[in-house]
C-alpha cells in the first residue's frame, strides 16, 4: 500500500479589510499634512512680500508727498513775491 499522511488543514482566517486601509489612510494623510505645510510656507512668504511692498509704497508715497509739499512752498513764495511787486 502506498504510503499516506493526513494533513491538518485549517480555512484561513478572514482579511480584515482595516489592514490595507490603515496604512493607505497613513500615507495619505502624511501626504496631505506634508501639501498643507507647503501652502502655509507659501502663504507666510507671500504676506512677508506684500508686507515688504506695502512697506515701499509707504516710503515712496512720503517722499512724494515731501517732494508735493517743497513744489507749493516753492510756489506760494515766488506767488508771495509777485503779489508784493507792484
Known amino acids: 500500500m502506498e504510503h499516506h499522511e493526513e494533513a491538518f488543514i485549517a480555512a484561513k482566517p478572514p482579511k480584515n479589510p482595516f489592514d490595507q486601509a490603515v496604512p ?8 496631505g499634512l506634508a501639501g498643507l505645510f507647503m501652502q502655509v510656507a507659501k502663504l507666510d ?16 508715497s512720503k517722499e512724494r508727498l515731501s517732494d508735493l509739499e517743497g513744489r507749493v512752498r516753492t510756489l506760494e ?10
Not at 493607505?24 to 501626504?31: F, I, P
Not at 506767488?79 to 507792484?86: E, F, L
Open 24 to 31: 493607505a489612510l497613513l500615507t495619505a494623510a502624511v501626504v
Open 77 to 86: 513764495m515766488s506767488i508771495g513775491r509777485q503779489r508784493q511787486q507792484p
Open 45 to 60: 512668504q507671500s504676506v512677508n512680500t506684500v508686507a515688504a511692498d506695502i512697506q515701499e509704497l509707504k516710503n515712496d
